[in-house]
């Protein structure tokens, strides 16, 4: 019937749609978490695309063998995510933060101790290496996340579409990045993931202390 089964005429207002990315991009707080959030999978990802040529090429492990380390940091991970359901409504946001910090902080100072006494062609140091990271990807991922769209309560949608687009750019630049200088050990590999790892305890040292309050919807 007419009254019951009208045809849906709304469209799509362009200029509305500007208007709110341009309130987007000015939340400080926001941009920040989104892109930290990014940062964790580009660390990751760098580790990922990289280290199949480092096992399979460099250590001359088989495709399966290869595939067995990799199950390794992915279960430290699950592990990770496990500590961080159970413990979030106790930790809260600054603390999870913080617990994610100090993971990534021993994973700096790790990387830089390999790099030194150049451990890190002992394939059993750079997995266990990553491991510690994969610990705290979990608390820093979703902390980040949720929080960087609660700074932005009155644009939700638009705000999770954009921390998708941001943390895919963020993991395709860098993988890029990093990746032109590799040249098939793990040492640039790990250097990069360290610089990265660096602005990322930079970026949310603040957020582990006080975090801001949330803006009033």
Not at 112 to 130: A, C, F, R, T
């Amino acid at each position: 019937m007419p009254e019951t089964n009208q045809k849906h005429t709304e469209t799509l207002k362009w200029n509305h749609l500007g208007s709110n990315i341009k309130k987007l991009l000015k939340k400080k707080h926001f941009l920040i978490l989104a892109f930290a959030h990014g940062l964790p999978v580009a660390i990751s990802a760098v580790y990922s695309v990289n280290s199949s040529f480092i096992f399979i090429d460099h250590f001359k492990f088989s495709p399966t063998s290869y595939a067995y380390i990799q199950l390794i940091p992915v279960m430290i991970n699950l592990i990770g995510s496990i500590i961080y359901r159970h413990q979030v409504l106790n930790w809260g946001v600054s603390k999870s933060i913080k617990f994610g910090i100090y993971l990534c902080a021993a994973f700096l100072t790790l990387t830089i101790l390999g790099v030194m006494l150049d451990v890190l062609q002992i394939p059993v140091s750079i997995v266990l290496i990553m491991c510690v990271l994969n610990l705290s990807l979990s608390t820093i991922i979703a902390s980040t996340g949720t929080r960087a769209i609660e700074y932005a309560p009155k644009l939700k949608g638009l705000a999770v579409a954009f921390l998708g687009l941001l943390r895919n750019g963020v993991v395709a630049i860098l993988v890029l990045v990093v990746g032109a200088f590799f040249n098939g050990t793990i040492i640039p590999v790990y250097i990069g993931m360290a610089i990265l790892t660096s602005v990322l305890i930079f970026l949310l040292w603040p957020y582990s202390k006080e975090v801001p309050p949330l803006p009033e919807i």
